[in-house]
């Protein structure tokens, strides 16, 4: 299949909201969720609406406002290359970060993760250079370093100045949040 990503307007395709993924149809598609008309994930399925059943991108989808899923109609022999084109032209946030199926499973280094991924939606929306960890270690006052070793919880104990910093940074009204105890 060959064509230009860039003539692709996701606004122009049909959508429904999140909420109402029940309403895909049973169609062979590339899917695109988005917000405020850029794409933040792109996928393919050869039964859309099977497909969005029990996403394992949904968790990351409900995290945000006002997020739509386009699709257009693809043969399934062309799924895959259409979604490694589409991917590598839009380069939605979340075809680059870690999968989370809920909060509550993560460890410290992906509820990390994930919190950058969704704050980088947020700055690429704002038109804002992306978040780094260097940016969140000199805001909360600790060395990059530091905070990678926090995050892999390499010497098995939690340092509240971090955690702190952390919940400040992100706005976190709760450390679990932040940190699962088992």
Do not use: C
């Amino acid at each position: 299949m060959a064509f230009d990503p860039a003539t692709i307007n996701i606004l122009e395709l049909p959508s429904v909201t999140l909420e109402s993924r029940e309403e895909l149809p049973d169609i062979s598609a590339i899917y695109f969720a988005y917000t405020n008309n850029a794409p933040i994930y792109i996928g393919k399925a050869a039964r859309l609406a099977v497909r969005w059943r029990n996403h394992h991108r949904l968790f990351n989808l409900e995290q945000l406002s006002g997020v739509r899923i386009a699709w257009l109609a693809v043969d399934r022999i062309d799924l895959m290359e259409t979604e490694r084109v589409l991917i590598s032209f839009f380069e939605p946030e979340l075809n680059r970060s870690p999968v989370h199926n809920e909060n509550k499973n993560l460890s410290l280094r992906s509820r990390l993760q994930l919190l950058i991924a969704l704050e980088n939606i947020k700055r690429v929306r704002a038109d804002k250079p992306l978040l780094k960890l260097q940016e969140i270690a000199d805001s909360i006052g600790v060395s990059r370093a530091r905070l990678t070793a926090f995050a892999s919880n390499r010497n098995g104990s939690f340092e509240k100045d971090v955690i702190i910093g952390l919940m400040r940074y992100f706005d976190l009204s709760s450390i679990d949040d932040l940190i699962k105890f088992d």
